[in-house]
Protein backbone atom coordinates (compact mmCIF):
# COMPACT_ATOMS: atom_id res chain seq x y z
CA UNK A 1 0.00 0.00 0.00
CA UNK A 2 1.36 3.23 -1.06
CA UNK A 3 -0.14 6.45 1.15
CA UNK A 4 -0.52 9.88 -1.06
CA UNK A 5 -0.50 13.14 0.07
CA UNK A 6 -1.23 16.15 -1.87
CA UNK A 7 -0.50 19.65 -1.09
CA UNK A 8 0.42 23.10 -2.69
CA UNK A 9 -2.98 23.61 -4.34
CA UNK A 10 -4.51 27.61 -3.48
CA UNK A 11 -5.78 30.35 -5.39
CA UNK A 12 -4.14 32.18 -8.35
CA UNK A 13 -4.02 35.22 -10.72
CA UNK A 14 -3.92 34.60 -14.00
CA UNK A 15 -0.12 34.27 -14.83
CA UNK A 16 1.31 33.20 -11.47
CA UNK A 17 3.00 30.45 -10.21
CA UNK A 18 2.29 27.59 -8.08
CA UNK A 19 4.09 24.15 -6.48
CA UNK A 20 1.89 20.76 -5.94
CA UNK A 21 3.74 18.35 -3.46
CA UNK A 22 2.61 14.99 -3.37
CA UNK A 23 4.02 13.35 0.01
CA UNK A 24 4.25 9.19 -0.26
CA UNK A 25 4.38 6.78 2.87
CA UNK A 26 3.99 3.26 2.59
CA UNK A 27 6.39 1.46 0.42
CA UNK A 28 9.42 2.00 -1.36
CA UNK A 29 8.58 5.57 -3.37
CA UNK A 30 11.02 5.01 -5.64
CA UNK A 31 9.43 1.81 -7.42
CA UNK A 32 6.95 3.56 -8.37
CA UNK A 33 5.91 5.51 -11.37
CA UNK A 34 4.18 8.51 -10.58
CA UNK A 35 1.50 10.87 -12.00
CA UNK A 36 -0.44 14.03 -11.78
CA UNK A 37 -4.03 14.02 -12.78
CA UNK A 38 -6.70 16.81 -12.99
CA UNK A 39 -10.42 17.19 -13.20
CA UNK A 40 -12.41 20.48 -13.84
CA UNK A 41 -15.91 20.10 -13.19
CA UNK A 42 -17.88 18.91 -15.92
CA UNK A 43 -14.74 17.32 -17.69
CA UNK A 44 -13.11 13.77 -17.68
CA UNK A 45 -9.97 13.46 -15.72
CA UNK A 46 -6.95 13.93 -17.90
CA UNK A 47 -3.29 13.15 -17.05
CA UNK A 48 -1.44 16.77 -16.79
CA UNK A 49 1.91 14.76 -16.47
CA UNK A 50 3.65 11.65 -15.45
CA UNK A 51 6.94 10.76 -14.38
CA UNK A 52 9.24 7.51 -14.08
CA UNK A 53 10.56 6.21 -11.01
CA UNK A 54 14.15 7.07 -11.97
CA UNK A 55 12.77 10.21 -12.71
CA UNK A 56 14.33 10.02 -16.53
CA UNK A 57 11.32 9.79 -18.39
CA UNK A 58 8.60 12.40 -18.39
CA UNK A 59 5.52 13.20 -20.10
CA UNK A 60 3.71 16.45 -19.92
CA UNK A 61 0.08 17.13 -22.20
CA UNK A 62 0.47 19.70 -25.00
CA UNK A 63 -1.92 22.08 -22.77
CA UNK A 64 0.92 22.72 -20.22
CA UNK A 65 4.24 21.86 -21.99
CA UNK A 66 6.19 24.95 -21.39
CA UNK A 67 4.23 25.88 -18.48
CA UNK A 68 4.71 22.64 -16.25
CA UNK A 69 7.40 20.57 -15.00
CA UNK A 70 6.77 17.63 -13.07
CA UNK A 71 9.87 16.40 -11.24
CA UNK A 72 10.09 13.80 -8.14
CA UNK A 73 12.93 13.88 -5.16
CA UNK A 74 13.07 9.57 -4.46
CA UNK A 75 15.01 10.80 -1.39
CA UNK A 76 12.16 12.53 0.34
CA UNK A 77 9.28 10.60 -1.06
CA UNK A 78 8.17 13.29 -2.58
CA UNK A 79 6.81 14.36 -6.23
CA UNK A 80 6.28 18.00 -7.93
CA UNK A 81 4.46 19.96 -10.42
CA UNK A 82 5.91 23.27 -10.96
CA UNK A 83 3.06 25.40 -12.59
CA UNK A 84 3.93 28.21 -13.74
CA UNK A 85 1.88 30.95 -16.43
CA UNK A 86 -1.12 29.42 -14.86
CA UNK A 87 -4.11 29.90 -17.08
CA UNK A 88 -8.30 29.95 -16.19
CA UNK A 89 -8.65 26.96 -17.92
CA UNK A 90 -5.84 25.06 -15.35
CA UNK A 91 -8.76 25.33 -12.40
CA UNK A 92 -9.18 21.99 -11.30
CA UNK A 93 -8.88 19.60 -8.65
CA UNK A 94 -5.24 18.01 -8.77
CA UNK A 95 -4.49 14.55 -7.93
CA UNK A 96 -1.48 12.38 -7.78
CA UNK A 97 -1.42 8.40 -8.77
CA UNK A 98 1.16 5.76 -8.31
CA UNK A 99 2.26 2.53 -9.31
CA UNK A 100 4.35 -0.13 -9.21
CA UNK A 101 6.08 -0.25 -12.46
CA UNK A 102 9.38 -1.04 -14.06
CA UNK A 103 11.88 1.64 -14.41
CA UNK A 104 11.20 3.32 -17.42
CA UNK A 105 7.61 3.40 -17.40
CA UNK A 106 5.61 6.45 -17.56
CA UNK A 107 2.06 5.72 -17.04
CA UNK A 108 -0.36 8.17 -18.59
CA UNK A 109 -3.74 6.34 -18.31
CA UNK A 110 -5.97 6.03 -15.38
CA UNK A 111 -6.51 2.72 -14.96
CA UNK A 112 -3.06 2.25 -14.84
CA UNK A 113 -2.75 3.30 -11.47
CA UNK A 114 -4.37 1.94 -8.10
CA UNK A 115 -3.29 4.88 -5.58
CA UNK A 116 -4.08 8.10 -5.82
CA UNK A 117 -4.26 11.10 -3.46
CA UNK A 118 -7.29 13.04 -1.92
CA UNK A 119 -6.67 15.80 -4.68
CA UNK A 120 -6.09 19.77 -3.99
CA UNK A 121 -7.96 22.65 -5.58
CA UNK A 122 -6.33 24.82 -7.56
CA UNK A 123 -8.12 27.87 -9.15
CA UNK A 124 -6.66 30.47 -11.22
CA UNK A 125 -8.90 33.77 -11.33
CA UNK A 126 -9.06 35.71 -14.34
Known amino acids: QVQLVESGGGLVQAGGSLRLSCAASGRTFSNYAMGWFRQAPGKERECVAAISWSGSGTYHVDSVKGRFTISRDNAKNTMYLQMNSLKPEDTAVYYC???????????????????WGQGTQVTVSS
Open 97 to 115: AAELAVRWAVLTRQSEYDY
